[in-house]
């Protein structure tokens, strides 16, 4: 397929930038994501998950069950920082996202 | 906000659930991200067979609106509009009006969000006229407007073949159906002999989408060479993938099942993942067909009534014993690979997590799992 066949629609990132990528040491969707942005956008890569996890897949031979999952944040879907921040029923930004079961973690 | 079983999902499952477990007297929270229930059913016109307890076929549409009917009349506190964005420490999990976020405090959850559709990607896949094949039912179907006149669908699976029909009664004319394996994979009959005029090219795939403003010509790379069309609509119907970010916020385990739909969170006998205050219900618990969508939400509901204490052992044992041999039935009949995939991902997870199989399970099973 063309190389500048685009893979994220959201970010823009083309088959060539994602195979860079890989060349450069990525291994994961989440390395790639670190290295173009890839899977930031709007969506949150519930559209380029697949298509990229199979271009890894085929550009370095892992199954695909082996390709590991991006790490998934809190808020699940697009939400506006007013509403996280608005403090109701004793809940504000800070429970989302200082109380979320990821603090600690890097 | 505080309640005994929280339903995350208004489609057929999370209603089939929020159902069950209102009528055994728990106190049930339905949520929803949409204006209204019923989930992906709401732009399914068409017939469906069989369904649980009965061989007659229902319309889609009318299926999702007789649950609906059935909820309204319930005690369930509907949610719609309603995200559930994240999760707090203590497991609560955190929903969003868009105005505020706020905790719902629960015992279970039965998270039903359904499934999403995969992306196909070929040179232009983003230029407007190429959408998914569910986009273009929504679009017909519930906002009734014309997504294009000429169509070219990629994919040959039966919702491929649903799409193109209805687009078809709609005046759209199919011009090709493009498929990258050997064959058709459909093999409804009915379906196909509803495309017997449509060209169809195996072994193919998109070469290029152009067009200025919007999709005006598809190029079709096939063994006997590239094909030029004129196109103005593309459908992708690729498949469906389980969505598993709510499963992922509440820390459930994850594996790969292909024939299930690829990632997706692992469940026992009782649709309880690897938290045990989650319980999954429909085509996020596996890709498959309405009568088991409907079946799995009954199965989380009791599992999840049993441990609270609003049913009896003995009375759960017996109905989920009922429920899963129609399970099983409906799902080898219409497709078995998805029942022993499903039967895999059970018999895995009992497995890892030392847990033995109720008598019930074993009947249905066959055994399967023992082999
Ligand atoms: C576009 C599309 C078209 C489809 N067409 C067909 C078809 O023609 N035939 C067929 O057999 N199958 C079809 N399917 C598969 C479909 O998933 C099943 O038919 C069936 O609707 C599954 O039921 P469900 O209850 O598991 O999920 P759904 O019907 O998808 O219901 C899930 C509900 O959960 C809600 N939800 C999801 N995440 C959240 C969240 N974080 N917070 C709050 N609410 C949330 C959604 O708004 C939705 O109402 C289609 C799927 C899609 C995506
Ligand atoms: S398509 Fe990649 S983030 Fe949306």
């Known amino acids: ?106 | 906000m505080e309640t005994d079983i929280l339903v995350i999902g208004g489609g057929p499952a999370g209603m089939s659930a929020a159902i069950t477990a209102d009528r055994a007297g728990a106190r049930v929270i339905l949520v929803d991200e949409s204006f209204s229930l019923g989930g992906q059913l709401r732009q399914q016109t068409q017939h469906f067979a069989p369904l649980p307890g009965s061989e007659e076929k229902v319309r889609g549409t009318a299926l999702g609106n007789d649950l609906i009917k059935k909820l309204e009349a319930s005690k369930v506190k509907i949610l719609k509009k309603h995200i559930m964005i994240g999760s707090y420490r203590n497991e609560n999990i955190g929903v969003t009006d868009g105005e505020k976020t706020f905790a719902i405090q629960s015992q279970k959850n039965i998270i039903a969000p359904g499934a999403a559709e995969k992306a196909k990607i070929f040179p232009g896949w983003t230029i407007p006229g190429v959408m998914t094949a569910g986009a273009a039912q929504i679009l017909i179907n519930r906002e009734r407007v014309l997504p294009g006149k000429n169509a070219v669908m990629l994919g040959s699976n039966d919702y491929s073949l649903e799409v193109a029909r209805q687009l078809k009664a709609c005046g759209v004319t199919i011009k090709a159906i493009v498929e990258d394996k050997e064959q058709m994979i459909s093999s409804d009959m009915e379906l196909l002999h509803d495309m017997k005029n449509v060209p169809v090219y195996l072994n193919s795939t998109i070469e290029s989408a152009t067009g200025k403003e919007e999709l005006n010509k598809v190029v079709v790379k096939t063994p006997a060479g590239l094909y030029e069309m004129e196109a103005d609509l593309i459908c992708i119907a690729n498949g469906f993938d389980p969505i598993i970010e709510p499963f992922e916020i509440m820390g459930c385990n994850l594996a790969y099942h292909k024939e299930l739909g690829g990632w997706l969170p692992e469940y026992n006998v009782y649709f309880q993942t690897s938290n045990p205050s989650c319980y999954i219900a429909g085509n996020a618990a596996g890709i498959t067909t309405i009568g088991p969508v409907l079946l799995t939400g009954e199965i989380a509901a009791i599992g999840a009534l049993e441990e609270l204490g609003f049913m009896e052992q003995e009375e759960a044992e017996a109905q989920r014993k009922e429920l899963w041999k129609e399970l099983a039935e409906i799902e080898k009949r219409e497709n078995e690979k998805t029942f022993r995939a499903r039967s895999e991902l059970i018999e895995g997870f009992h497995q890892k997590i030392g847990m033995a199989f109720p008598e019930e399970f074993n009947m249905v099973n066959g055994g399967a799992h023992n082999g």
């Open chain 1, 1 to 106: 397929m063309d190389k500048s066949t685009i893979v994220c629609r959201c970010e823009e990132i083309n088959i060539d930038e994602i195979e860079t990528a890989i060349k450069n040491g990525a291994e994961t969707f989440d390395d790639i994501k670190r290295l173009t942005r890839c899977g930031m956008g709007p969506c949150q890569s519930k559209t380029c998950f697949y298509p990229v996890n199979e271009i890894i897949a085929e550009y370095t031979g892992m199954p695909l069950n082996e390709v590991s999952l991006p790490r998934l944040r809190m808020p699940l879907k697009m939400v506006r920082m007013s509403t996280l921040a608005q403090d109701s029923e004793g809940s504000n930004v800070v429970s989302v996202f200082g109380e979320s079961v990821e603090d600690g973690e890097s």
